[in-house]
């Protein structure tokens, strides 16, 4: 008798000094905790979209890009920074043309070009997809992203410590038969842009020489902050962008227009996916790719909103996205054609993903 109640009086204590579980949030929390948007485009002075961006609790990170469907960068720019003068929750990521790459003077004024920018507010740099994907030199051959003649671009970077965001490649799904590709939003836009489904373009560079240009650019420059758009164009496996992470421990990655990919593996391995976030909780950025144009009939490849009301569309993928990562609430996505349950992360984990990581590795916002 004394046996055993020594044994209860030992497990009473131990379950007494065992640490609980790290609650997590709720759907009700959504409004009342900072958050931080990491990827979008506001590529339209629109104040309606920093309110609803100051009532659900964003801050937002808006990146100009150099893409034939977008405003011309100088006007990008000029909105950016009219709307940050308005409300100092939007922060802008400049850009660089590569005009003129490789001829003398180029990286000069592409210095100049970024110098200028960050002394108006910019807090970092994004280079696009047209390297390595369009972007040829004057011999005609194409420019991937490991190619020597950025270096002096890049180590300027380095040395003033501006972040690099880099969105090279697109989802592996434009390299796959429709018939493979994980999910409904890429099946539908590859059948509809013929032209940039690359599948049907074996000239092309392939998805892994892509891959391995934008890993040889990372690993010749391990002191540069750097920034995976759209998780690396790594969405189709956590597996493969939890090697990437480790092989490259001064890069994070954001989730901008991905999320359903990440859905797509958590409905078959729920806790490969939420294990993924918790081990990664410091090298993940939130962000969604939302973007604000003024619709234009000619841009093939422009993605207008799925309503008439950029502001309203915002707040529905904010509050979905949200009902995913910090709840255990299932919902249907569409994309993927299932219901998929949410991740429930931690408190801490979900603070991290929302806010501390931009603000750490964007470190010039204000």
């Given at each position: 008798m004394q046996i055993w109640r020594s044994v209860l009086l030992v497990g009473t204590a131990a379950l007494i000094g065992a640490t609980a579980p790290e609650r997590g949030y709720g759907e009700g929390d959504f409004t009342n905790v900072a958050k931080f948007d990491a990827h979008v485009h506001a590529n339209v002075n629109d104040p309606r979209f920093l309110e609803v961006a100051r009532r659900d609790g964003f801050q937002l990170l808006?990146?100009?890009?150099?893409?034939?469907?977008?405003?011309?960068?100088?006007?990008q720019a000029t909105i950016a920074e009219t709307m940050r003068e308005a409300d100092p929750r939007l922060q802008f990521a400049t850009t660089f043309s590569m005009q003129g790459f490789g001829r003398p003077g180029w990286t000069?004024?592409?210095?100049?070009?970024?110098?200028?920018?960050?002394?108006?507010?910019?807090?970092?740099?994004?280079?696009?997809?047209?390297?390595?994907?369009?972007?040829k030199d004057a011999q005609g051959?194409?420019?991937?992203?490991?190619?020597?003649?950025?270096?002096?671009?890049?180590?300027?970077?380095?040395?003033?410590?501006?972040?690099?965001?880099v969105h090279?490649?697109?989802?592996?799904?434009?390299?796959?038969?429709?018939?493979?590709?994980?999910?409904?939003?890429?099946?539908?836009?590859?059948?509809a842009h013929p032209e940039y489904y690359m599948y049907l373009h074996p000239e092309e560079p392939s998805y892994e020489a892509l891959m391995a240009a934008r890993d040889r650019f990372a690993a010749r420059h391990p002191k540069l902050a750097f920034d995976g758009a759209h998780?690396?164009?790594?969405?189709?496996?956590?597996?493969?962008?939890?090697?990437?992470?480790?092989?490259?421990?001064?890069?994070?990655?954001?989730?901008?227009?991905?999320?359903?990919?990440?859905?797509?593996?958590?409905?078959?391995?729920?806790?490969?996916?939420?294990?993924?976030?918790?081990r990664y909780q410091d090298r993940i950025l939130y962000g969604t790719d939302l973007t604000d144009s003024p619709l234009d009939p000619a841009a093939r490849a422009q993605n207008p909103p799925a309503?008439?009301?950029?502001?309203?569309?915002?707040?529905?993928?904010?509050?979905n996205d949200w009902r995913y990562l910090a709840t255990r609430l299932s919902q249907r996505v569409d994309?993927?054609?299932?219901?998929?349950?949410?991740?429930?992360?931690?408190?801490?984990?979900?603070?991290?993903?929302?806010?501390?990581?931009?603000?750490?590795?964007?470190?010039?916002?204000?």
């Open positions: 808006s990146i100009n890009v150099d893409y034939p469907d977008f405003p011309p960068v100088p006007e000069e004024r592409t210095i100049r070009t970024i110098d200028a920018a960050v002394a108006r507010g910019a807090v970092a740099v994004k280079v696009w997809k047209n390297i390595g994907m369009v972007e051959k194409r420019v991937f992203i490991d190619d020597p003649r950025f270096d002096g671009v890049i180590a300027h970077l380095e040395r003033r410590k501006i972040p690099l965001i090279q490649g697109e989802p592996k799904n434009c390299w796959l038969p429709l018939d493979q590709m994980t999910t409904e939003n890429d099946r539908a836009y590859f059948s998780m690396a164009s790594l969405e189709w496996s956590v597996d493969e962008l939890a090697r990437f992470l480790d092989r490259h421990p001064n890069a994070v990655v954001d989730l901008a227009a991905r999320m359903s990919n990440l859905q797509a593996q958590s409905v078959g391995d729920r806790a490969r996916v939420r294990n993924f976030f918790i309503t008439n009301d950029f502001a309203r569309e915002a707040d529905r993928v904010w509050r994309a993927i054609k299932a219901d998929a349950q949410g991740l429930d992360l931690p408190r801490g984990v979900i603070d991290k993903i929302y806010r501390k990581n931009a603000r750490r590795f964007f470190a010039r916002m204000t």
